[in-house]
């Protein structure tokens, strides 16, 4: 059975624009001293191919600019029982700063070069809708159980209503593409559970008002108006769109979009305010437990509820 130790693999640290990103990179030097750095590349399938050119190993670790990861996981051993395994990409789950949510938003990844070399994808796309604003439909792409990071997406109004935003429309979506109104309201639990997080918590933290603002805004304009959702993987697109939101009070842009929100949709609208917001997060997964590196969500889902 091949292994490999993620201390063996070479590690990227992919940065855009973030606003924390040097102060981050010095951090991940001193714990991954071999880590290489690629900064400024648009788009997020060239983004990723650039990461992979960066490589000199056939699999690496993918570290996201706004990610800050546990010095344990570089301690890890990848374990590879058969070549399925050998070909996945990994994406293990981070706790967002912001709303305490833990899945695979901006947590670490590991790619191999050929998956990421073949990939078409966002502004690369193939044409089918898994892949317009997406990496996570192909079969090949695991979230895996264990959580190993955090991710810190809140680093200025505009970044932490850009990040709610993005989860706004993403999590909406089915396979990619925009859902009807009733199939919204039959998704899996799962996603509209953790849509509603990013609708009602964060104020507890810095910009976090925008970023429930954002994810408001999000989800509104991808299903009640005629928005095309597949901008949200355009970068410029979405800048130009907070240009015309920056200059409002995000707590009141937050409740004029609650009340559609709530009576066409069925979500629940109930922002909790700074005291709340803490309490919730301090509580939620409290009693979290890694499960080992290799451990894949889906087998997890399987084992509780009896698949």
């Known amino acids: 059975m091949k292994q490999i130790d993620v201390a063996d693999l070479d590690c990227i640290y992919l940065s855009y624009d973030e606003p924390q990103r040097e102060e981050f990179w010095v951090k991940i030097r001193n714990m991954v001293p071999w880590a290489q750095r690629v900064d400024g590349v648009k788009g997020s399938d060239a983004a990723h191919?650039?990461?992979?050119?960066?490589?000199?190993?056939?699999?690496?670790?993918?570290?996201?600019?706004?990610?800050?990861?546990?010095?344990a996981f570089f301690n890890q051993t990848l374990v590879f029982p058969n070549e399925e395994y050998e070909s996945a990409v990994f994406r293990w789950r981070a706790r967002n700063h912001i709303n305490g949510l833990m899945y695979g938003n901006g947590g670490l990844s590991s790619w191999t070069k050929d998956f990421v070399e073949n990939m078409q994808t966002h502004e690369a796309t193939d044409g089918r809708a898994e892949t317009e604003v997406e990496f996570c439909f192909d079969p090949l792409y695991w979230p895996m159980h264990d959580c190993y990071s955090n991710t810190y997406p809140n680093g200025s109004p505009f970044h932490a209503w850009r990040a709610g935003f993005r989860e706004g429309v993403k999590m909406c979506l089915q396979r990619g593409r925009k859902p009807t109104i009733e199939e919204f309201k039959n998704q899996v639990l799962r996603n509209l559970d953790n849509l509603t997080v990013w609708h009602n918590i964060g104020t507890d933290v810095d910009h976090g008002e925008w970023a429930i603002a954002g994810s408001r805004?999000?989800?509104?304009?991808?299903?009640?108006?005629?928005?095309?959702?597949?901008?949200v993987q355009d970068f410029a697109a979405l800048e130009s769109l907070w240009n015309t939101v920056k200059d409002s009070n995000p707590r009141i842009l937050s409740n004029q979009l609650g009340p559609e929100l709530s009576t066409q949709l069925d979500l629940p609208m109930a922002i909790l305010e700074a005291e709340q917001?803490?309490?919730?997060?301090?509580?939620?997964?409290?009693?979290?437990?890694?499960?080992?590196?290799?451990?894949?969500?889906?087998?997890?889902i399987r084992q509780q509820e009896g698949w």
């Open 277 to 300: 917001s803490a309490f919730f997060k301090y509580h939620y997964r409290s009693d979290w437990r890694n499960r080992g590196v290799m451990t894949r969500e889906i087998d997890v």
């Open 49 to 71: 191919k650039a990461a992979a050119s960066a490589s000199s190993t056939d699999r690496f670790i993918l570290i996201d600019g706004d990610n800050l990861p546990d010095p």
């Open 217 to 231: 805004q999000g989800t509104y304009m991808t299903m009640l108006t005629n928005w095309d959702y597949k901008q």
